[in-house]
């Protein structure tokens, strides 16, 4: 017997009973965001790797340490995409969506970035977000970060998340704000850890980021972000505070939060949650204003989201929000004999077309009633039709209720579809 190959490490598959709950999540994202405007865009999961130098930046721990990154048989240099905002820029760009145009804009699908896996984070996982073009005001920053508090409205964890928001300023006001930062740290820069050192030289700002205690610590007398911040980025942030405030969502200002790529400009957030342990972000986003112009495009302002599927997915279980499904099947058709079977076919094929909602299953395999009927109640069914020589001599089927124990009742082939559609409604 051969060694079973594996799944590659960080790589895991999504099994029948855990893609029943991604497909609750998915369809309330879905509904969500079709209720604000936005339409879906589906783009490749191989790039051009200078792509993400490009826009992530060259000095990030995304495109240093986690890319996959591999040349093809031209000898160029492709990547599996990281990340979405970048990817849905390039497509965007090159579809001729942006240049005097708005557009909100949803997309769905796996990322890849070599990292340590644990639970939640995986080296392939999934993304959601949104991406807004064209809008420069802050009231399109207070619509995205609405949109993902409906989401929390919409699965009912409203109460376990907390929204961190922040203004990077523009690029210059960013700049100025690096220097004193880094100015600052030199002078305790025997205290940093190893990382915050080799970012003092490369990114400094990923520092306020730090998870090391020590650090966090010297960074409470750091010079403060706000204090470096233009006034037209000032009034905008005033102005999403306000919108924030008049819509009822409570949010916490946290002048360390700069996320992790450098793109962003002004406006950036997270929602963060502390029901899967330590503090661990679900959701995140923010303005990048410069990005399209960036990748060859016409200067065109910004703000998206994104958010890690199976974080979310991880937060509903640990919730006792999404449940294990009971239930694959609607309705089990048991038949016995050639002429029975021939007659199931026929009758499983006329319940799909009348009622597409149910979920017909038809018997294959042979055994007699008792081992199907077993297999009905493994699956759940909530109805079984029976079909033996007495029933396809007489042209009928023998309803029997799996929910409610002894309910069975003989009907003819013409009224079983009336008949399935209701006992099912009323299970």
Same mark, same amino acid.
């Given at each position: ?28 994202l ?25 826009s ?6 995304i495109?240093?340490?986690?890319m996959?990154?591999?040349d ?10 990281p ?66 508090a ?21 690029s210059?006001a ?14 305790h ?19 306020l ?11 409470e ?5 706000s ?10 942030f ?45 959701l ?6 410069? &990005? /399209?112009? %960036?990748?060859?495009? +016409? ?5 998206g989201? $994104?958010?890690?599927? #199976?974080? !979310? =997915? ?14 694959s ?8 004999g ?15 077309h ?47 209720? &799996? /929910?409610? %124990?002894?309910?069975q +009742? ?6 079983? $579809?009336?008949?399935? #559609?209701? !006992? =099912?409604?009323?299970?």
């Open positions: 017997m051969s060694k079973p190959i594996q799944a590659i490490r960080g790589m895991n598959d999504i099994l029948p009973i855990e893609t029943a709950q991604w497909q609750q999540v998915e369809t309330v879905r509904q969500t965001v079709a209720s604000y405007g936005y339409s879906e865009i589906r783009f490749p999961i191989v790039e051009f790797t200078d792509l993400f130098k490009r992530v930046g060259e000095v990030t721990d495109v240093e340490k986690e996959y990154t591999f093809d048989r031209n000898g160029d240099s492709l990547s599996l995409r990340e979405g905002t970048a990817v849905c820029v390039r497509a965007a760009n090159q579809g001729a969506l942006l240049y005097n145009q708005q557009q909100r804009l949803w997309y769905t699908g796996p990322m890849f970035r070599h990292e340590r896996p644990q639970k939640g984070r995986y080296r392939q996982f999934h993304q959601f977000g949104v991406e807004s073009y064209g809008f420069a005001g802050a009231d399109m920053d207070a619509e995205v970060i609405m949109l993902s409906r989401l929390w409205k919409a699965f009912g964890i409203t109460e376990h998340l907390k929204l961190e928001i922040n203004s990077l300023g523009t210059e960013r700049q100025n704000y690096t220097a004193a930062l880094v100015e600052f740290l030199k002078q820069e025997e205290s940093l850890d190893e990382d915050s050192k080799r970012r003092l030289g490369t990114n400094p700002l990923r520092i980021d730090s998870k090391n205690a020590d650090v966090q610590k010297i960074l007398n750091a010079p403060k972000l204090e470096h911040l233009d006034e037209e980025s000032a009034e905008m005033a102005e999403l505070k306000a919108r924030l405030d008049a819509a009822g969502i409570e949010y916490v200002v946290n002048e360390r939060l700069v996320r992790g790529l450098d793109y962003y400009n002004r406006t950036v957030f997270e929602w963060v949650t502390d029901s899967l342990g330590s503090q661990g972000t679900v995140a986003g923010g303005r990048y204003d410069g &990005l /399209v112009e %960036q990748l060859g495009g +016409k200067s065109t302002p910004a703000v989201f $994104a958010m890690g599927i #199976e974080r !979310l =997915v991880l937060l509903l279980q640990t919730l006792e929000i999404l449940v294990e499904p009971t239930s099947a609607d309705v089990y058709i048991v038949a016995q050639l002429q029975a079977e021939l007659k199931a076919v026929e009758i499983a094929e006329q319940l799909r009348s009622a597409p909602s149910l979920r017909v299953v038809n018997h294959c395999g042979g055994g007699n009633f008792k081992k199907q009927m077993k297999r009905a109640d493994k699956l759940g069914a909530k109805v079984a039709l029976i079909l033996g020589e007495d029933e396809i001599n007489n042209e009928q089927v023998t309803v029997k209720n &799996l /929910v409610v %124990q002894g309910e +009742k003989t009907v003819a082939w013409s009224d079983v $579809a009336n008949q399935v #559609e209701e !006992l =099912v409604g009323q299970n």
